[in-house]
């Protein structure tokens, strides 16, 4: 299975402090990059130095771009929504569809994104925990529930989703739904249970949003 590089992503999810000379965002994307790497290495675990050595600066450097261990794993958790963001929230995955078809396809990006995301079985499991980690995915699932309270509306403005349930209640419960069930299902992996084929998961994850919404289509159309 394909895994999406911590490599692809240049965004600056955590403003470092300002530093003179160049290269400064080239640093602090290896500063990331190695961190996830100490992450996997570690099952979910690192140390500022294996950082600072992986990534050939200073720890007092390290320290300086995030403030602390907390810092850098917030903005490694950050640098993991900015993918899945760019991934899964922000395409329109079918242009034209219906809003059940549209959010079907958007389910099967979501759970590949997952599935191939070697940091997602710890930062939907282990770490999730983590005080740091707490304050990121809360900030981004109630970003994400707001977005699906949008799309929700209008799927129920246009005749596709029965206009009576409240749209940011029916997207918080999706989401929240979504996050654990994934979070179960790379739980199993991390446990060496077998895990439920893509296709699989992504249907029985659909089922619960079809069901949740009342969506009566055919997402399969």
Known sequence: MAQVSLKTNTSNAVTPQAIP???????????????GEELLAGRGQFEMADVARRAGVSVGLSYHYFGSKAGLL???????????????????????ADWGRRERRRLEAMVQFHLSEPLAPFILGSLSREPAVAAVEAARLQKHIQLGAHNIALGQKRGEL??????????????GGLRQGIGQALAKRQGQLPLLPAPDLTGRLWDFVAAAVRYQGDADG
């Open 21 to 35: 000379g160049p290269g400064r965002a080239d640093t602090r994307r290896r500063l990331l990059v190695a961190a």
């Open 162 to 175: 029965p206009p009576h349930p409240d749209p940011e209640l029916l997207a918080a419960m999706v989401m």
């Open 74 to 96: 917030a903005a490694i958790v950050e640098d993991f929504y900015d993918r899945y963001d760019a991934a899964v929230i922000a395409p329109n995955p079918l242009p034209g």
